[in-house]
């Protein structure tokens, strides 16, 4: 990968272990976010995440001198180790690897891999070409923090490891998973603590940045003789596979190997990508919304099955997180996310509950064009799902969601966020949208035709719902539709404001609602206010309110989130909508091949490498924002290459 200094200081690469944990950081090395972390654990799949190795100090001597291998940044912007200048090469196809340039002109390489469904990461060190002697150092940091929150030097954590030959074992803290380490050199203990480590991005979100860091001692290698592994797990989360080890070496070789095989079973780059967020809950799986920082969220989970499982065949997972989920409705409602500690689920989501049934629909015609089938009691657990939820809301739910007279669904309460605009900052929700918002009328309209088609009670509600959306949502001024009808719940109160909700009405949904001039105008309209290379704005510009950039403190960018801020998950439902608009001719698929999904696939060596972010800057050069490695804008491209595009003629760009 050719790469620019300032690209190595942005580009981030991950490691997912299955399990929600994860190894995360920068190419340059450096740790900018307090997320990056070597070894990182999910206590309770996929949540009560833990960093228990944040990094690492590496430096190689040769007879030439010493050359850094690490980052870390520190106050008054100093960095030391400074190692990012003797990146020569990274790749993270199928896992991190970077080449360094030593002192002597020699080059040694340097793997990082996590383990799948264990709480395991492997690092290992070679030379490259002619044997040289070369001692290599290794001094890692641990903490053993919630991966939220920052670690600060105390007198409470625990240096003192416990030996085992060439395996350790540190307990940090009590409470925290044990820290263990089976390696293939000599170790020293020399207790210390590092402090004041500067993270850049948290600095730029407007958080705490500083972190303390205990360093317990140093690791050597001789690099002349072998390939060094240093090998971390968390105790108890390992599958017993490091005290089951004899020695490192064998064990690397090992987990090497099947990494490589488990990696290799995927298709495309696109596809081992997707299995980064398909982790474990309980006995089943469920899909982690965004790395670093979210777990499972309801809304999230279900539009990102459509691309992740089903655009990549994996019906099998996709009909367990489906009936995983059909378990927990509660008066008609799906919870909204499984909070990170086990607290109760919460259920402020007027749409995750119709994305379920949309998600349903869309496997039940996966697994018939693939000619797979589903058993009677599993179509019928997932058809009672889809009965009581819209039973649930016909009838009057949790804030404010009814089936109004209409036959549209009315929603919202002061003070809570319901729709997937959800940015909420203190007592303040930025974009409140109570009322009949346009996207929740598409998805309820959808959700009342697929079940309709085994449920003949639901045609009634169906066929009014229709009616009074067509009549009650166009907006001849602006030829476009309104965002929010009967606002407030006031009967006749307009939202005008020019946002992406409407393209739903006819991309991204199985049940166009408009397939006349209409729709063409709305796709035409957002097309040419909202379109950008990475996604839909979320708000046109000169919209009152439109923010150009996501950026400064957490009330200015909850501020902005989503009034402007690019989304790139948007893009699926736009080419979707964009498609219909012109027949689905194979010309109109070539041409949004190349328009609309090549621009994606050049972010894909950027920002979150071989991922989609989570949004991007309004403005141009729309800088990526967020999370950089989130589910539904990888889903949703996805989904538009194997299934909206899948019969364009051309050849599938993901298989390249």
Not at 5 to 17: F, G, Q, T, V, Y
Not at 155 to 181: C, D, E, S, T
């Amino acid at each position: 990968m050719n790469f620019d200094s300032n690209r190595k200081m942005h580009d981030e690469w991950l490691e997912a272990d299955g399990l929600g944990g994860f190894a995360s950081g920068t190419v340059s090395t450096m740790r900018t976010r307090r997320y990056h972390a070597l070894l990182l654990a999910a206590t309770q799949p996929p949540s009560g995440r833990i960093v228990l190795v944040n990094g690492f100090d590496a430096t190689i001597e040769t007879a030439n001198g010493t050359t850094a291998l690490s980052s870390q940044a520190y106050p008054s912007e100093i960095v030391h180790p400074d190692g990012a200048n003797n990146i020569v090469e990274f790749s993270h196809d199928p896992w991190p690897r970077w080449v360094f340039a030593l002192a002597d002109g020699k080059r040694v390489q340097q793997e990082i891999f996590a383990v799948h469904n264990a709480s395991i990461v492997v690092v290992s060190w070679r030379l490259l070409g002619p044997a040289t002697k070369a001692q290599l150092s290794i001094r890692p940091f641990f903490s053993g923090r919630d991966y939220h929150s920052l670690h600060h030097e105390n007198g409470g954590f625990n240096f003192q490891p416990l030996h085992n030959g060439k395996r350790l074992v540190w307990q940090p803290y009590a409470g925290v998973p044990g820290i263990i380490a089976l390696h293939n050199g000599e170790y020293s203990q020399q207790p210390d603590w590092y402090r004041d480590f500067v993270y850049a991005e948290e600095r730029a979100r407007g958080l705490d940045f500083a972190e303390d860091l205990a360093a317990p001692g140093v690791f050597r290698f001789d690099l002349t003789a072998q390939e060094a592994t240093l090998i971390f797990a968390a105790d108890g989360f390992d599958d017993g596979r490091l005290a089951r080890a004899a020695a490192a070496e064998p064990l690397l070789q090992e987990l090497r190997a099947s990494e490589q095989r488990r990696r290799n079973q995927f298709a495309t780059p696109l596809d081992r990508a997707a299995d980064s967020y398909l982790v474990k809950r309980g006995k089943g799986k469920t899909i982690v919304a965004g790395y670093p920082w979210f777990t499972d969220w309801g809304r999230d989970t279900f539009i990102s099955l459509r691309g992740l499982c089903l655009g990549t065949g994996r019906f099998d997972e996709a009909r367990d997180i489906l009936l995983e989920w059909s378990g927990v409705v509660s008066e008609g409602m799906l919870p909204n996310l499984f909070p990170d500690r086990g607290d109760k689920p919460e259920y402020n989501s007027v749409d995750a509950s119709l994305w379920f049934i949309v998600a349903v629909h869309d496997f039940f015609a996966a697994m018939k064009a693939h000619g797979r089938m589903v058993y009677e009691w599993q179509r019928k657990s997932l058809q009672n799902a889809i009965e009581a939820i819209l039973s649930g809301y016909s009838q009057g739910t949790r804030y404010g969601i009814r089936m109004d007279n209409d036959g549209l669904l009315a929603c919202g309460v002061p003070g809570v966020q319901l729709t997937w605009m959800d940015a909420k900052v203190g007592d303040w929700v930025v974009t409140p949208r109570i009322g009949k918002p346009v996207e929740v009328q598409a998805l309820w309209l959808n959700a009342l035709w697929i079940a309709s088609q085994f449920a003949s009670a639901w045609q009634d509600p169906l066929a009014r719902g229709l009616t009074a959306f067509q009549q009650r949502f166009w907006n001849q001024a602006r030829h476009c539709l309104y965002d929010v009808v009967d606002v407030d719940h006031q009967a006749g109160q307009l939202d005008g404001s020019f946002r992406p909700n409407q393209i739903f009405t006819v991309g991204g949904l199985p049940l166009p609602l408009f397939d006349d001039a209409r729709a063409r105008a709305i796709v035409d309209g957002v097309e040419q206010k909202l379109w950008t290379p990475l996604g839909l704005r979320s708000l046109a510009p000169g919209e009152n309110g439109y923010a150009a950039r996501y950026e400064g403190g957490v009330r200015e960018r909850d501020g902005a989130y989503h009034q402007g801020t690019v989304w790139p998950w948007l893009i699926g439902p736009f080419v979707e909508a964009w498609l219909r608009a012109r027949n689905n001719s194979a010309e109109a698929k070539r041409e949004a091949r190349a328009r609309f999904v090549a621009p994606l696939k050049d972010h894909l060596q950027q920002a979150g490498l071989g991922h989609v972010a989570e949004i991007a800057d309004a403005d141009a050069p729309h800088t990526p924002r967020g999370c950089p490695f989130q589910a539904w804008s990888l889903a949703e491209l996805v989904r538009i290459e194997r299934v909206v595009l899948a019969d364009d003629g051309a050849p599938n760009s993901s298989q390249r």
